[in-house]
């Protein structure tokens, strides 16, 4: 498959980085020299020198005979104009990133049709709508939600006194025996992640991923040794767009929300959109002002500036002042090892689920994907087509690549975690864990593409 990528910023480097693991063609569009200079050094893609609205620059990448055109820069414009470019020059799909409320808005159906987009994605939204998940399951680390939330994907750090800690899979299955309501999938030990075999057994430090099923998530988060009880008081460190979403999604549900934020005029201008919420002008590295707001007595903060040192700074005083989470936006992912030692509970980055709405896309017939920073694994659900190969055959019978697992089915709203004599059937609602360069061939073995 041959991709355009317009943008090498965070979410764009990122994305251009998922496709290449996984075998497709990517050429990345960036009018910055010194962010092409970072690209060359960490990415196998083509690179072309220039601005997205230039005619001559987006032949020059292939942009009409591309599988998928990404336009993911920081700049609504320079995205929009692209996308137009690409879908005059026969681009067969097309992703726009647009932030702004009057692009992003009803209104703009028109417009977005106007320059070919098959998706809209806004990396301020993605994260906002992450966070509120992870607020939700004190703990985690990571969540997805898959087949109309009938599934979950957990993603937590196993402790000494987790009751899964110490137990070998075949013990944790026939515990659970005959009906399955969770399966272990993928294990993280230092830097090696795994799809396990039944005679691993697990150990505290282990970062560990599971599917289960809705209804049974109370049970499996006190097997990982995580509250079942969410957070109602919040402090979000940072008012830029981001934390204005979050604020507003967490007011809805009648949490308790406090904004630090250090611009004046932007200070009031949360103050005079937010009902409900304690807006306060400051600096989130300032320790006199935590302490007078008692940022040590809120169930969690959230610290989600620009600045990477600013947040990890915020969430480390925080976490010693009492703080029972802390969860910080990092943007220089190598840090993100380090962090969890040093007292911060949870880091997330803007790149994943834009780049999860991108692979969706892509991968034809997927229905959703969650992806992780640390390696090629791959969450996706897939319904399964009645002329497909897979329609009405087992799990035994198709020979799927190594390393590919079988989570979960969801047949008529019902979910079952999977098993290797499970009999496919049209209309299934199917969740995967597999290797980036699978996702494709599994696709197109389920829904006959």
């Not at 607020?135 to 957990?154: H, Q, S």
């Amino acid at each position: 498959m041959r991709v355009v990528v317009v943008g090498a910023g965070e979410v764009g480097t990122h994305v251009a980085q998922l496709l290449s693991r996984e075998g497709s063609d990517v050429t990345v569009i960036e009018s910055n020299a010194g962010r092409i200079a970072q690209i060359d050094k960490l990415l196998d893609v083509s690179v072309v020198h220039g601005s997205a609205t230039d005619l001559e620059v987006m032949r020059t990448a292939g942009v009409g005979d591309c599988t998928l055109l990404v336009a993911a820069t920081s700049n609504d414009e320079v995205n929009l104009v692209a996308a137009l470019i690409g879908k005059l020059e026969g681009a067969r799909q097309i992703i726009v990133r647009l932030e702004r409320p009057g692009t992003r808005s009803e209104k703009a159906k028109a417009l977005h049709e106007a320059v070919g987009a098959t998706l809209v994605i806004d990396p301020d939204e993605s994260v906002a709508r992450e966070i509120l998940d992870l607020l939700t399951y004190p703990g985690a680390a990571e969540i997805a939600r898959l087949a109309d939330d009938e599934i979950l994907m957990v993603g937590a750090t196993l402790s000494e006194d987790a009751p899964f800690t110490g137990k070998s899979l075949s013990e944790i299955g026939e515990e659970n025996e005959p009906d399955w309501d969770f399966i272990l999938c993928t294990i993280t030990r230092g830097d090696r992640t795994i799809v396990p075999r039944k005679d691993f057994r697990l150990e505290a430090g282990d970062n560990v991923r599971v599917v289960c099923k809705n209804r049974a998530k109370g049970n499996l988060l006190r097997q990982l040794g995580l509250e079942t009880v969410e957070h109602h008081r919040i402090m979000i460190l940072g008012g830029g767009r981001t934390g204005e979403i979050l604020a507003r999604a967490l007011v809805a549900k009648d949490h308790i929300v406090s904004i630090i934020d250090r611009d004046p005029a932007r200070a009031r201008e949360l103050a005079d959109r937010l009902d409900g919420v304690l807006v306060l002008e400051g600096d989130i590295t300032d320790a006199q002002l935590l302490e007078e707001e008692a940022v040590g007595s809120y169930d969690a903060v959230v610290a989600l500036t620009g600045e990477d040192d600013a947040n990890i700074l915020a969430c480390l005083f925080a976490k010693r002042s009492g703080a029972r989470e802390t969860i910080a936006v990092l943007h220089r992912l190598e840090l993100r090892h380090l962090l969890r030692d040093a007292g911060v509970d949870v880091a997330i980055s803007p790149r994943t689920a834009s780049a999860n709405e991108v692979l969706r896309v892509l991968h034809g017939g997927v229905s959703a994907v969650a992806t992780t920073l640390d390696d090629d694994i791959e969450f996706f659900e897939i319904e399964v087509d009645p002329l497909s190969e897979a329609a009405g055959a087992t799990v035994r019978e198709l020979g799927l690549p190594r390393d590919t697992l079988i989570a979960a089915i969801v047949r008529n709203g019902k979910p079952t975690i999977g098993r290797a004599d499970v009999r496919f059937q049209s209309g299934d609602h199917v969740v995967f864990v597999a290797h980036g360069k699978d996702v494709d061939h599994l696709s197109r073995m389920f829904t006959n593409s």
